[in-house]
């Protein structure tokens, strides 16, 4: 598998804004998703594309990645992201867009050699009538820890994940193949190293507003010729919210501040009118690390009730608490102590992704699955949980089976991150009570 690919044209524009070249032809769909809800294109799901194929894309190399100096967006001027004013309001000039079915399609192209990703079906609960109309449409939430790129090429250790399946000149394209082929309104991230230089502009450009948030003594420090920290990016689509605040959190435990953040914000509906704080959050990794977890997942939950309280709402005008969605790698089972937190908190949240089990009452299987020097390691960690009496689930991405992540398990070649991505559709109930 040859890992040295060439930018698409459309790519090459976004991060240096001069075409050198354009691509040749476009390729089928390497992988399909159908549903309502802003999901990509139609079709059936496509065959695994052969790795020896010669490529025929002429656009001009990107050398993204490969070291702290080498920025694919290094001539786009980028905020500092250690000051302590961050630049979260909507701007006043957004960046001119660019087609999203083209940038899928030339993904798609650069990774024509590598096998497609697993095919996932929507899945639709139907616990009730659906609170979904065209005065309501489903607001689209993707959670996903992407895994940074200096974690897994310098510490994470995938023992069976051939180095060059994490090359970051295409990994980086198979990260937002799954963004584009999904189109989520609201995207939360998690191991974010390559904000400032990769997502924040290509995003930007494709319709949404970010804002990052890096863990004080990031990991990725200590490898070499990193990109700098990772941690928690929040976007929205911005014809569909306004951002009315942000808070950036420094999670602490036991009244004493840690290394995992988080980052909430407040938007406001275009279509509906209604108000929504979405949450993004990364806790303390590793066994042993338990009640440091709940900790933190306390505290998080501490703050979240003040920002969506009557006290904390948008305007004096909010006559209830701003439902809520908290997305997260939380690094615990169910059976942890900050999962029974959050599902008995006060907030009334719920995970969504019960809703696939039969009873409803069941997480999936496995969220990661992973094979390290100390052994196999099959979990769920990963969550959307949402506001239940003031949203409902209308449609989630199913998880793969074994069989589709294969032997090798995550990363692989057919799969960028250690963590599977989770989707979820959700609409306002119509209550009384609404906001307004």
Known sequence: MNSARRCSALFS???????EGQTGRTPGPRCCHAGPGGGGPGGTCGQLKPRGAASTVSAPVCPMG??????????????DPYTKESPDQDSEQDPAEVDPDQLL??????????????????????????????????VRIMQWNILAQALGEG??????????ALSWPERKYQILEEILSYRPDILCLQEVDHYYDTFQPIMARLGYHGSFLPKPWSPCLDVEHNNGPDGCALFYRRSRFSLHATAHLRLSAMMLPTNQVAIAQTLHCRVTGRWLCVAVTH?????????LRSAQGADLLQSLQSITSHSGGPTRAVLGAVPLVVCGDF???????VYRRFSSSPLGLSSAYK?????????PAYT????????ESCSTLDYIWYSHDALSVEALLDIPSEEQIGPDRLPSYHYPSDHLSLLCDVSFREEPHRLL
């Open 283 to 291: 806790l303390k990794a590793r066994s042993g690390w338990e009640r």
């Open 105 to 138: 399609r030339e993904c798609q192209q650069v990774l024509q050699r590598r096998p497609a990703r697993p095919h996932r079906d929507l899945v639709y609960p139907r616990l009730g009538a659906a609170c979904s109309h065209k005065h309501n449409p489903v």
């Open 13 to 19: 524009q976004i991060c240096v804004s001069s075409l």
């Open 355 to 363: 809703l696939l089990s039969c009873d409803g009452q069941t997480e």
């Open 155 to 164: 510490k994470d250790g995938f023992v069976r994940c051939p180095l060059e």
């Open 368 to 375: 990661t699955w992973k094979i390290r020097p100390t052994g």
């Open 331 to 337: 690094n615990a089972e169910p059976s942890e102590d």
């Open 66 to 79: 490969s070291g702290s100096s080498s920025r694919l967006f290094g001539t786009m001027a980028q905020p």
